[in-house]
């Protein structure tokens, strides 16, 4: 399963976290975990062009991160909300592949 959290303080979206695997078809072949992947990795690459200084984003062997180091950022708080809002479809649609949460 994918887990997903994301961090919210004082309404601030400042950490989203990304974990597993979905399991819901072969390696290689697995769709929910390709549109959670797929969404994420053109949010980072969004990030990495237009919010360079004010993200932080780690890739590991399957962990992925992006904090919000600038919590004023309007901008960049409505593209964490949208991304909140991408993934969370999909883990509607799929719960036994992926869940998300919020920690506040």
């Given at each position: 399963m994918v887990k997903i959290v994301f961090t919210?303080?004082?309404?601030?979206y400042q950490k989203l976290e990304m974990s597993?695997?979905?399991?819901?078809?072969d390696y290689g072949h697995d769709l929910v975990?390709?549109?959670?992947t797929a969404i994420v990795t053109?949010?980072?690459n969004n990030f990495d062009i237009n919010y360079q200084t004010a993200i932080d984003i780690a890739v590991t062997d399957n962990y992925i991160t992006?904090?919000?180091k600038d919590l004023k950022n309007n901008d960049l708080q409505l593209l964490m909300q949208m991304l909140k809002v991408q993934l969370e479809t999909i883990a509607i649609q799929y719960p036994?592949?992926?869940k998300l949460k919020e920690v506040h």
């Amino acid at each position: 399963m994918v887990k997903i959290v994301f961090t919210i303080k004082d309404k601030k979206y400042q950490k989203l976290e990304m974990s597993g695997h979905a399991n819901a078809g072969d390696y290689g072949h697995d769709l929910v975990c390709a549109g959670l992947t797929a969404i994420v990795t053109g949010a980072m690459n969004n990030f990495d062009i237009n919010y360079q200084t004010a993200i932080d984003i780690a890739v590991t062997d399957n962990y992925i991160t992006i904090e919000v180091k600038d919590l004023k950022n309007n901008d960049l708080q409505l593209l964490m909300q949208m991304l909140k809002v991408q993934l969370e479809t999909i883990a509607i649609q799929y719960p036994k592949n992926a869940k998300l949460k919020e920690v506040h």
